[in-house]
């Protein structure tokens, strides 16, 4: 793999870039989201009093995922309970599966996110169920109105001009592109 990165300056493009810093204030269904985040959180940490790196690992992605969109959230918290309802399914305490299989580098639209190990998470798989319910409506609801994305519609509406938006989630970019209606 190779890449190659060049700062505007050394392709001399007199252009100067334009950086606005914009903050979104959280809906309230946007803080229940966060919050039953935060209780599934501490009850993994309660539970296990000793998390191992694919614990922290997988409650670290729900929080980034979280930050990101709430319908990324809601799709790793479905993937999550799903994972739960497989008995024994991917209970090995493998590592994530990873999206090697792309030797270009192209990804094709039915890329899907990789399973969640069964094994991660509390140890009252009722308990966690429950907890995951929970988050998995409170983040469906807050996705139907999330404040960063109404921020990004009144903005691409004022400066009517095309613009690349950047996600680090596939989720993320297929309901911005749903909710935009690309």
Do not use: C
């Amino acid at each position: 793999l190779l890449v190659f990165r060049r700062s505007r300056k050394a392709v001399q493009i007199g252009v100067p870039r334009r950086v606005h810093i914009t903050a979104a204030r959280l809906s309230a269904d946007e803080r229940r989201m966060h919050q039953s985040l935060t209780d599934y959180t501490a009850a993994v940490r309660a539970d296990r009093r000793e998390l191992h790196d694919a614990f922290w690992l997988a409650l670290s992605v729900l929080h980034k995922r979280a930050l990101s969109s709430a319908w990324s959230l809601a799709q790793s918290i479905e993937r999550r309970l799903v994972s739960l309802l497989a008995v024994g399914a991917n209970s090995s305490g493998a590592q994530l599966i990873l999206p090697l299989g792309d030797p270009d580098g192209d990804r094709s639209t039915d890329d899907e996110a990789p399973a969640w190990p069964a094994d991660l998470g509390l140890a009252d798989a009722d308990h966690e169920r429950r907890l995951l319910t929970e988050l998995a409506a409170h983040a469906r609801t807050a996705a139907r109105h999330e404040a960063k994305l109404a921020m990004l519609q009144r903005l691409l509406r004022r400066v009517r001009e095309s613009a690349v938006v950047f996600t680090e989630y596939r989720d993320t970019l297929l309901h911005i592109s749903r909710v935009l209606d690309l």
